[in-house]
Nanobody, 121 residues
Framework: QAQLVESGGGLVQAGGSLRLSCAASGSIDLFNAMAWYRQAPGKHRELVAYIASSGTTNDADSVRGRFTISRDIAKNTLFLQMNSLKPEDTAVYYC???????????????WGQGTLVTVSS
């Protein structure tokens, strides 16, 4: 069974940057893609960005040009570099393991505990 542990959240002013990390362990090789999701208060959880084992990436329109997903394969670690943060980026950010299909990313219900990002105006 795979385990995911996020870190790096915190309080930052608008325009600032944060880097989230997700340490993966266990049966992570079963998944050919990983992603970051976020859930703001009172809203549904949404896909922020994903990266496939091939290196292919994609991200949501709302973060394009500001957030970058990457990974360190040797360390089994997933990253999310977040720049030019806005108050609307405030949310709990979750690491997820899944698969990349023809129609896009599909999460396989393997989640970390989440890390809170708060962006003040």
């Amino acid at each position: 069974q795979a385990q995911l542990v996020e870190s790096g959240g915190g309080l930052v002013q608008a325009g600032g940057s944060l880097r989230l990390s997700c340490a993966a362990s266990g049966s992570i090789d079963l998944f050919n893609a990983m992603a970051w999701y976020r859930q703001a208060p009172g809203k549904h959880r949404e896909l922020v960005a994903y990266i496939a084992s091939s290196g292919t990436t994609n991200d949501a329109d709302s973060v394009r040009g500001r957030f970058t997903i990457s990974r360190d394969i040797a360390k089994n670690t997933l990253f999310l570099q977040m720049n030019s943060l806005k108050p609307e980026d405030t949310a709990v950010y979750y690491c997820n393991a899944g698969t990349l299909l023809v129609l896009g990313y599909r999460n396989l219900e393997v989640w970390g505990q989440g890390t809170l990002v708060t962006v003040s105006s």
